[in-house]
């Protein structure tokens, strides 16, 4: 199949040609603020399992479901309790996924059987405008192979899905570069299942209290029931082992001098990088500025070549803000393989 890349900048067609592709029942790649999405009709189940059959992803995987508008959220689900109205207001459009009561228009392969779904508005002008030009609420996960790193450019999804899928809608590059904040608001006390682009301390201030998922912690064996059913697999992985370096910067750096052979790949932080010109290496930032290890952390997962590079070493930014989420999918990435220097 010849994947088409629909640019918008360049041809004022190009979402109509992607909606039209998207009502036919076919899959789309399309840019959102956080990662690329593999987007279908979420209403249209013959629709959706092009999806899981272009990423190769489990089917026990659910997706969640994008919105343009509020008010599209009404229908696809059964209850809008208070505190999904209060993060609504606070944080959408943009980062964050609720899951919520799911209504019987959301086919069982969306939700994987669940009695739930999960719902984002993005902030991404090129996604919502898609949206609204096909009319449809559009299933998405991250345009990826499953397993493989999150995409974050157009490019990265052609070499992933680029042959498989009818067309890709260029968004530029995502400006968060980890994905949506996945929240459970279903039980007693909401519970954080993913960290991702809307960090814990925001939701608290709008929340108070929220569990933390297990599932974000530790590796979580294929017999146990988890509440967001992607954190079990390996992630985010390169086809190069990896090792996370979680403490002080410095402790990091130098541990990592120690201990990685001269055919290791880095990923470290700028003011880190002068102790590996040595080796292959991936800069993600200054340690203290999460935005841009945010940004940088899937292209640098991507970058390694296995011909050049037999293991990959990373720096582990601190769990505070948007840190979170990038420390967890490096971790993840690491099959949690981690190291603590203290
Ligand atoms: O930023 C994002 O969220 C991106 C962009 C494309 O919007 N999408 C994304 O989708 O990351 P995906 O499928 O790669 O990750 C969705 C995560 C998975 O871990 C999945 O198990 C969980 O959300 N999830 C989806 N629906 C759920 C549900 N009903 N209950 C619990 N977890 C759910
Ligand atoms: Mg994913």
Redesign the pocket.
């Given at each position: 199949m010849k994947t088409l890349l629909l640019n918008p900048v360049k041809n004022p067609d190009a979402l109509g040609q992607a909606a039209a592709l998207l009502r036919a029942g076919e899959v789309v790649g399309m840019p959102?603020e956080?990662?690329?999405?593999l987007a279908a009709n979420a209403l249209n189940p013959d629709a959706v399992k092009k999806i899981f059959e272009a990423k190769g992803r489990p089917q026990d995987?659910?997706?969640?479901v994008?919105i343009a508008d509020v008010e599209q959220l009404q229908g696809l689900v059964r209850t809008v309790p208070e505190t999904a109205r209060q993060l609504a207001a606070a944080f959408w459009p943009g980062?964050l996924?609720m899951?919520l009561p799911k209504a019987d228009c959301i086919p069982d392969v969306v939700?994987a059987g669940?009695d739930?779904?999960?719902i984002?508005l993005?902030s991404h002008p090129v996604a919502r405008a898609l949206i609204r030009e096909c009319g449809l609420p559009l299933a998405?996960?991250?345009?990826n192979l499953s397993g493989r790193p999150?995409t974050t450019t157009s490019r990265h999804v052609r070499l992933d899905l680029g042959g498989k899928i009818p067309a890709i809608v260029e968004g530029g590059p995502c400006a968060v570069g980890v994905?949506?904040t996945?929240i459970?608001l279903i039980g007693q006390t909401p519970r954080l299942?993913?960290p991702?682009?809307v960090s814990l301390e925001q939701l608290e201030k709008i929340l108070g209290k929220v569990d933390i998922d297990r599932a974000l912690r530790e590796q979580i064996g294929d017999d146990v029931q988890v509440?967001?059913?992607?954190?079990k697999y390996r992630h985010y992985a390169p086809d190069i082992p990896v090792t996370v370096v979680c403490g002080d910067p410095e402790r990091t750096a130098a541990y990592i001098t120690r201990h990685a052979s001269l055919m290791a790949g880095i990923i470290c932080f700028s003011e880190c990088a002068f102790q590996f010109d040595l080796h292959e290496r991936r800069i993600i930032g200054a340690a203290e500025d999460v935005q841009t290890q945010a940004r940088c952390i899937f292209d640098a997962l991507r970058a390694f070549d296995p011909v050049y590079v037999d293991e990959i070493w990373a720096q582990c930014p601190s769990d505070e803000g948007l840190g979170l989420a990038v420390a967890n999918r490096l971790k993840k990435a690491a099959g949690f393989q981690i190291v603590n220097v203290v």
């Open positions: 959102t956080t990662v690329y999405g995987n659910p997706l969640i994008h980062p996924t899951i939700s669940l739930t779904v999960g984002r993005p998405a996960p991250s345009a999150s994905e949506s996945v459970s299942l993913r991702g682009g509440s967001a059913p992607g954190m």
